[in-house]
C-alpha cells in the first residue's frame, strides 16, 4: 500500500509539473491547492529535494521546481524515493544472495516485476497532463 508521505509527495511534484513553467512554486501555494498540512509537505520537499527531484530557491521569489523534466521523472522513481521498496515481500529485495526465501516467491517476484514495470512507464509529465484533463473536465461540468 502506498502512503501518505508517496500520496502527498506525488501531488507536490505534480503541482510543481502544473504551475512551476513561470518559475519556483511556493510552499504555501502547493499545500492549499493539493490540500497537504504545510508542515508535513515540508518535510517531503526536503526529501525530494535531497534525492534530486526538486531543487528549491530561498528569498521572497523562491520557491520549488522540478530538477528535471518532467518527462524523465517516473512514478517509480518518486514512489521508491519516499516509500523505499515497493517490494510485497521481504525476499524480493534479497540483494546480497544470502537467500531470504519466500513461499510462491516466483509468483510475487513476477508481480513485482510488472509493477515496476509499469511504474517506471508513468513519467511525472503523464500524470499532471491527466490532472489537467481532470481538472477541465471538472470545470466544464460545473454549472450554477
Known amino acids: 500500500m502506498i502512503g501518505t508521505k508517496g500520496d502527498y509527495g506525488v501531488r ?3 503541482d510543481l509539473a502544473m504551475y512551476g513553467g513561470d518559475g519556483p512554486v511556493q510552499r504555501a501555494e502547493i499545500a492549499r491547492r493539493q490540500h497537504v498540512p504545510e508542515a508535513y509537505l515540508d518535510h517531503l520537499l526536503a526529501q525530494l529535494r535531497r534525492a534530486g527531484l526538486i531543487r528549491s530557491t530561498r528569498g521572497p ?3 520549488h521546481e522540478l530538477a528535471r523534466d518532467a518527462k524523465e521523472i517516473t512514478l517509480l522513481q518518486v514512489l521508491e524515493t519516499l516509500e ?3 517490494a510485497p515481500l521481504p525476499c524480493l529485495e534479497d540483494h546480497d544472495g544470502e537467500g531470504t526465501v519466500c513461499a510462491q516467491q516466483w509468483v510475487w517476484r513476477e508481480i513485482y516485476d510488472d509493477m515496476r514495470v509499469r511504474l517506471g512507464a508513468v513519467s511525472l509529465q503523464n500524470l499532471a497532463d491527466r490532472e ?3 481538472l477541465l473536465q471538472t470545470a466544464l461540468s460545473y454549472s450554477i
Request: hydrophobic share 35%; proline share 0%; aromatic share 0%.
Open 61 to 63: 521569489s523562491g520557491g
Open 132 to 134: 489537467r484533463e481532470r
Open 84 to 86: 523505499g521498496s515497493l
Open 12 to 14: 507536490a511534484l505534480i
